[in-house]
Nanobody
Framework: VQLQASGGGLVQPGGSLRLSCVASRSIFADDIMFMAWYRQAQGKTRELVATITRGGSRNYANSVKGRFTIDKDNAKNTVYLQMNNLKPEDTADYYC??????????WGEGTLVTVSS
């Protein structure tokens, strides 16, 4: 599967951005465990930001709860990450991820989010 992420950019603290990830295959297929967003700040390890299962259950990292929302449009094979009240510590490359029950673990290229005044 190919995952194409977009929507990153420069935003001031307190601002919002919406990331999109378009998959080349169905994100509602029976073998899909979840779709996810990860992020990696410079010099740090990649961390999980949010997941959404095939059935729509959502989980978030504590650091983004109440500020970020993950959602998906099955018809468009697209996953979104709405990011509100952005903070400088949210600055990172954001990656889309797809995990299947069969063990496939697919990554897209990152999209850079920079939160700075």
């Amino acid at each position: 599967v190919q995952l194409q992420a977009s929507g990153g950019g420069l935003v001031q603290p307190g601002g919002s951005l919406r990331l999109s990830c378009v998959a080349s295959r169905s994100i509602f297929a029976d073998d899909i465990m979840f779709m996810a967003w990860y992020r990696q700040a410079q010099g740090k390890t990649r961390e999980l930001v949010a997941t959404i299962t095939r059935g729509g259950s959502r989980n978030y990292a504590n650091s983004v709860k109440g500020r970020f929302t993950i959602d998906k449009d099955n018809a468009k094979n697209t996953v979104y990450l709405q990011m509100n009240n952005l903070k400088p510590e949210d600055t990172a490359d954001y990656y889309c991820n797809q995990r299947t029950f069969g063990g496939e673990n697919s990554w897209g290229e990152g999209t850079l989010v920079t939160v700075s005044s």
